[in-house]
C-alpha cells in the first residue's frame, strides 16, 4: 500500500490560473518536502515543512507556497502559474530522527499553457 | 552551502558485472548523511541505502554497497552482478545534521545494464 500519494497525477492548467498540487502521507513522518524534476537538473527544492503548521523556503520558492495543515496532508499552490513551471512534482517524506531518508509520491507532471 | 556532484552522467555495463558510481560533496558540517536514489523509468524515486558520516564501516544493502572516503568528501555506490532491472537514474543526496532539514540532490547517473 503506497504511503506517499500525489493528486492529481497529471495536471494541464492555462497561464495565470491557479494550481493546486496535493500530498498525502501515511508514514507518520514529520518531515515533508516538495521538488520538481526537469532534464538537466536533478531534483530540487521548492518547499518543506518539519510539521503540521509549518513551511520553509527550499532553493526555488518563487512562484510557489505551500500549505501544511495537518501531519498528512502537504499541498504545492501555484497561485498565478506559468509555463516555467511546467515539469514534474514530486511529494516526498522523511523521518529527521532517522536520518532523513526519504520516500517519495509517484509524481505529478504538470503542463501550464 | 552544502552541494552534491555527481560528473558522470551515463554509465554502461555489461550484466552480471560490477558497476561503481561517483559522487563527491561538499558541506561545512562535521555530521550529515548520505543517500542513495534510484529512479526508475516509469518515474518511481526509491531510497537505496545510507551512509551516516560518524560510521567508519562502509554501509551494504543487498547488492548496493558504498564506498565512503571521507577525507575526499566522496560517496560512491557499488552495484555487484548488475541486473537488467537495475537499469535506472541514480542520485546521490547529502543531508547535513544541525543546519536544517534540508537535502540536496546530485543530477543523477543514468545506468544502462546490457544483456
Known amino acids: 500500500e503506497a504511503a506517499v500519494t500525489q493528486s492529481p497525477r497529471n495536471k494541464v492548467a492555462v497561464t495565470g490560473g491557479k494550481v493546486t498540487l496535493s500530498c498525502n502521507q501515511t508514514n507518520n513522518h514529520n518531515n515533508m518536502y516538495w521538488y520538481r524534476q526537469d532534464t538537466g537538473h536533478g531534483l530540487r527544492l521548492i518547499h518543506y515543512s518539519y510539521g503540521a503548521g509549518s513551511t520553509e523556503k527550499g532553493d526555488i520558492p518563487d512562484g510557489y507556497k505551500a500549505s501544511r495543515p495537518s501531519q498528512e496532508n502537504f499541498s504545492l499552490i501555484l497561485e498565478l502559474a506559468t509555463p516555467s513551471q511546467t515539469s514534474v512534482y514530486f511529494c516526498?517524506?522523511?523521518?529527521?530522527?532517522?536520518?532523513?531518508?526519504?520516500?517519495f509520491g509517484p509524481g505529478t507532471r504538470l503542463t501550464v499553457l | 552551502a552544502q552541494k552534491v556532484t555527481q560528473t558522470q552522467t551515463s554509465i554502461s555495463v555489461m550484466e552480471k558485472t560490477t558497476v561503481t558510481m561517483d559522487c563527491v560533496y561538499e558541506t561545512r558540517d562535521s555530521s550529515y548523511f548520505l543517500f542513495w536514489y534510484k529512479q526508475t523509468a516509469s518515474g518511481e524515486i526509491v531510497f537505496l541505502i545510507r551512509q551516516d558520516s560518524y560510521k567508519k564501516e562502509n554501509a551494504t544493502e543487498g547488492h548496493y554497497s558504498l564506498n565512503f572516503q571521507k577525507p575526499k568528501s566522496s560517496i560512491g555506490l557499488i552495484i555487484t552482478a548488475t541486473q537488467i532491472e537495475d537499469s535506472a537514474v541514480y542520485f546521490c543526496?547529502?543531508?547535513?545534521?544541525?543546519?536544517?532539514?534540508?537535502?540536496?540532490f546530485g543530477t543523477g547517473t543514468r545506468l544502462q545494464v546490457l544483456p
Open positions: 543526496a547529502m543531508r547535513e545534521w544541525g543546519n536544517t532539514n534540508k537535502v540536496v
Open positions: 516526498a517524506s522523511g523521518d529527521a530522527h532517522r536520518g532523513d531518508e526519504q520516500y
